[in-house]
């Protein structure tokens, strides 16, 4: 039960960090295109 649940967290767990890293990437990109205006 224990594993399962552990494995369960982890799936959540990289998610999120793949979304937080999409969310940094896509301000570097809002931050250069401000700068080029």
Not at 10 to 20: F, I, K, L, N, Y
């Amino acid at each position: 039960l224990m594993l399962a649940k552990n494995h369960d967290y982890d799936e959540a767990w990289r998610s999120m960090r793949v979304s937080s890293y999409t969310d940094l990437i896509l301000m570097k990109i809002y931050r250069t295109k401000q700068i080029e205006r």
